[in-house]
């Protein structure tokens, strides 16, 4: 079992910048990557970044390279999602995301925090 508690998120100006934060407890030796999903109003929810534990492997998406920066301390329980340069299309529920078990085997369990709202103005 793993436990995400997010914190960050609000209200920002396009162009504009915000800090996402989550703390994960529980199973942290078998909880490799860990990450950042987002669910926007009708739509599927999709990847954002992730981040290896071992050897801080990142993988972004196309639409938030070069814009967002994925990070974790050195214990590897918390990671973060640095997001500059935002768009209002960025606006969506924020879900932070562990993964439990093999994930590069494919025999993995998904863990996810409460969701953070970030909305982005024109």
């Known amino acids: 079992q793993v436990t995400l508690v997010e914190s960050g998120g609000g209200l920002v100006q396009a162009g504009g910048s915000l800090r996402l934060s989550c703390t994960a407890s529980?199973?942290?030796?078998?909880?490799?990557?860990m990450g950042w999903y987002r669910q926007a109003p009708g739509k599927q929810r999709e990847l954002v970044a992730l981040i290896g534990r071992s050897y801080g492997t990142k993988h972004y998406a196309d639409s938030v390279k070069g814009r967002f920066t994925i990070s974790r301390d050195n214990t590897g329980n918390t990671v973060y999602l640095q997001m500059n340069s935002l768009k209002p299309e960025d606006t969506a529920v924020y879900y932070c995301n562990a993964k439990l078990g093999s994930y590069y085997s494919g025999a993995y369990s998904d863990y996810w925090g409460q969701g953070t709202q970030v909305t982005v103005s024109t």
């Open positions: 529980g199973n942290m030796l078998s909880t490799d990557p």
